[in-house]
């Protein structure tokens, strides 16, 4: 095999020396085209298979070879895209000649080209690269495309930016800020403990997800208040058995700062995710987390458990699922204690609060009676926003309403926490002002009177 390598090598030298002066620009420039023909469906099928990073590097070699090739251009506005990197991939789509694309090709611009203009406030010209694609489009397809719904967050978004809500948002600061993802902050009722989740060089054991997307795995910080200052300690690695070499994301600490909950998916153990709970110890230490309520089913189970919030007496935990029977993609349910550890069955939340599309998050106020959460249905402004839903004196919750701008934007706000007050609170989020990726923002909202709120939807 060695020498049949050799002697096709050395074939190829020396006709390509033969006919130098003729043919040698020809053979290379079906050289190139092969390759191009055949990075351009490796990447293709590393897209279609959510291997964004492998397939940004074949069109990339794509473009070194051709840097006029719109069909790698685009690909690559669409890798960026889905990497919910939307500066760069509007800077690829912006280069795609369109009447260069094939047929189907010009359809999926103008779709993708709208979902990028959205994502960078560009609201007009994406409304109108998104009925562009919708009128062109066979039924079908504007269903599989949610290009509908694309359309009403962005008559949503603006609406809600011309009509602002009274807050003042900061980044939190480098005590706990990085160039690195920060992202769901919870805090105790007395507000002088939060944990987070970052994905920092100093991880448990240093790793990198190489299998998705390249960053550190995620590991659980805190920071605590300081009372002879005020300010908040430098964020560290919490202590204990709760940080991993994999992934550790925490969802929320209790009220009282005894238990954290934490997301764990676990090979052959969780099947596709479960909700875990970890106990400090007397000497301050997390304990190493066992499945909540192992004991019953209700809670984790065989489908995707993601999020958890647990009110301050313990009696009630909120938490999301995609199991079956939900409204939509996945849904919050509540489930009642009985006893000192046994748990009922599982309710979900209904139709005013779960959208039929995606709820991620959920987060309980201490007192039981405000809760907010994550969805990407139709009042979002793009992505997911932070929606939140009052209890009256009845017991029912109130309609899902979207918090509003500036708190949501067009990219995504997922993570949310509010002090017992109701007077500040910290999402993690990709705001102007953050230190390279996904930062904690404090929100200074006491002039929404959330908890006003409680007491305005019992006269109604």
């Given at each position: 095999m060695?020498?049949?390598k050799?002697y096709?090598?050395?074939l ?26 055949y990075r ?39 890798c ?18 369109k ?16 979902k ?17 694609y919708?009128n ?5 397809e ?7 719904r ?14 602002s ?7 939190f600061g ?6 690195n993802?920060?992202y ?22 240093g790793?990198?997800?190489?299998q998705f997307?390249?960053?550190y ?12 200052d005020g ?50 110890s ?5 304990g ?16 995707f458990?993601?999020?958890a ?52 998050f ?9 809760l907010?959460f ?14 939140y839903?009052v209890?009256?004196?009845d ?18 706000e ?23 990726d996904a ?22």
């Amino acid at each position: 095999m060695g020498y049949l390598k050799y002697y096709c090598v050395m074939l190829i030298v020396f006709c390509g020396s033969v006919n130098y002066g003729q043919d040698r620009d020809t053979t290379l420039n079906i050289i190139e085209k092969g390759m191009i023909k055949y990075r351009l469906e490796d990447g293709k099928n590393k897209l279609f298979t959510y291997d964004y990073f492998g397939a940004l590097q074949a069109f990339r070699e794509v473009l070194q070879a051709d840097p006029d090739n719109v069909l790698a251009s685009f690909r690559i506005a669409e890798c960026y895209y889905e990497l919910k990197r939307f500066d760069l991939s509007m800077k690829y789509i912006d280069q795609v000649n369109k009447g260069k694309l094939k047929r189907k090709q010009r359809k999926d611009y103008s779709l993708l080209k709208g979902k990028i203009y959205h994502r960078n406030k560009r609201l007009d010209e994406a409304m109108v690269h998104l009925e562009e694609y919708k009128n062109s489009a066979k039924k079908k397809e504007v269903l599989d495309s949610e290009v509908d719904r694309y359309i009403t967050q962005c008559k949503y978004a603006e609406v809600a930016m011309k009509d602002s809500i009274p807050v003042q948002i900061r980044n939190f600061g480098d005590h706990v800020n990085t160039v690195n993802p920060e992202y769901a902050p919870s805090i105790t009722a007395d507000g002088k403990t939060m944990i987070f989740t970052s994905r920092r060089p100093d991880t448990k054991g240093g790793g990198v997800d190489r299998q998705f997307d390249h960053k550190y795995f995620e590991d659980i910080y805190i920071t605590t208040l300081d009372d002879s200052d005020g300010k908040w300690t430098k964020s560290k690695g919490i202590p204990g058995s709760l940080n991993t070499e994999f992934h550790d994301a925490c969802l929320n600490i209790s009220a009282d700062g005894e238990r954290i909950y934490i997301y764990r998916n676990i090979l052959n153990v969780t099947r596709t995710g479960d909700i875990y709970v970890s106990k400090k110890s007397k000497s301050g230490k997390w304990g190493t987390p066992k499945p909540a309520a192992d004991n019953n089913k209700e809670i984790n189970s065989t489908y995707f458990e993601s999020s958890a919030s647990v009110t301050a007496d313990g009696k009630v935990m909120y938490f999301v699922s995609d199991r079956p029977g939900g409204n939509g993609l996945a849904d919050i349910y509540y489930i009642k204690k009985k006893g000192k550890s046994e748990w009922g069955e599982a309710v979900n939340m209904g139709p005013a609060i779960n959208s039929k599309f995606d709820e991620k998050f959920v987060y309980v106020h201490p007192d039981g009676n405000l809760l907010f959460f994550s969805s990407d249905g139709n009042t979002s402004m793009g992505g997911y926003d932070i929606f939140y839903c009052v209890k009256g004196s009845d017991g029912k919750w109130s309609p899902a309403k979207n918090l509003g701008y500036p708190i949501n934007t067009v990219l995504d706000e997922k993570t949310f926490t509010i002090t017992a007050d109701g007077k500040t609170a910290y999402i993690g989020a990709y705001y102007d002002g953050s230190l390279g990726d996904a930062d904690i923002f404090e929100i200074d909202c006491s002039k929404l009177n959330l908890l006003g709120s409680e007491k305005s939807e019992e006269k109604k």
